[in-house]
């Protein structure tokens, strides 16, 4: 299994990095995981568009959504793709919410029921049980956030990604993230962030900390601010950390490997 960051940015864009979004692949099918908004151009430097063979998204924040739109417009329009739709799970709730975002979208020309529905083959699913991907079977926590996100614990082949979206604090998300063999985890809060702010994100502290009670062997670190302060924070507690920890940027490319085996 490998995972490709085509974005690591949190609310709002870093320099030269669009929000959530994450490549998975096994093998030659691949998986988008969320689809935030300044993603597609890094995701069209490893994959064309129809190569996509799902979408699967946490939450309906923003970042994690809105580059459905141009992505619908690329599968529509662009030149030379094979024609087919592309499979979206979204979370309990998101049928509704692209209805209305269609309705909003859609010009004289485009009905808004077809708006997105022409391109991509949508479902919502349930959190209560796995979904079966072409990367795997993937399970679902619910996290600490404003709105209902969950987090995902995706089962390859030969390795084990877990995705922790957005989430506060919450000590049953270590049974859920145990002995990821790549673990993603939020730090969009800086250290002297209010308790408010702390009931739906996590600070890098915080990120590494569960990490490590969770027995990842492995850390991305995503979701942040771009700042020397997050840069100098993780260069100084990556000492401590057992496994091996880093900051997401565009196109980097973990192989994800159960430990001493291959991707
Ligand atoms: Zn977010
Ligand atoms: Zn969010």
């Not at 922790?164 to 993230?177: E, H, I, R, V, Y």
Request: with cysteine; proline share 8%; charged share 20%.
């Amino acid at each position: 299994m490998h995972l490709i960051v085509l974005g690591g940015s949190p609310a709002s864009p870093n320099p030269g990095q669009g929000c959530s979004g994450y490549l998975v692949a096994e093998n030659d099918a691949t998986l988008l995981v969320d689809c935030g908004p300044g993603i597609l151009p890094e995701l069209l430097r490893h994959r064309p568009l129809d190569r996509l063979d799902g979408i699967i998204i946490t939450h309906l924040h923003q970042d994690h959504v809105l580059d459905l739109v141009p992505l619908r417009y690329g599968l529509k329009y662009a030149p030379g793709l094979q024609k087919r739709r592309v499979s979206v799970w979204l979370p309990p709730g998101g049928l509704r919410y692209l209805e209305r975002l269609a309705r909003v979208l859609s010009l004289d020309a485009e009905s808004s029921e077809t708006f997105f529905t022409e391109t991509f083959a949508l479902a919502e699913y349930d959190p209560d049980a796995p979904l079966t991907t072409a990367v795997g079977h993937v399970s679902f926590r619910r996290t600490r956030h404003w709105v209902p996100c969950w987090a995902l614990r995706i089962e390859g082949q030969r390795a084990t990604l877990v995705y922790l979206a957005d989430t506060g604090w919450d000590d049953s998300l270590l049974p859920f993230a145990r002995d990821a063999d790549l673990l993603i985890v939020e730090a969009t809060l800086f250290p002297d962030a209010e308790p408010a702010a702390r009931e739906g994100h996590l600070d890098l502290l915080q990120a590494i900390r569960l990490a490590t009670l969770s027995h990842a062997r492995r850390t991305l670190i995503t979701h942040y601010w771009n700042s020397p302060a997050t840069v100098a924070t993780l260069s100084t507690v990556r000492e401590q950390f057992p496994g091996t920890v880093e900051l997401a940027y565009p196109g980097l490319t973990i192989a994800v490997s159960p430990q001493g085996g291959e991707p």
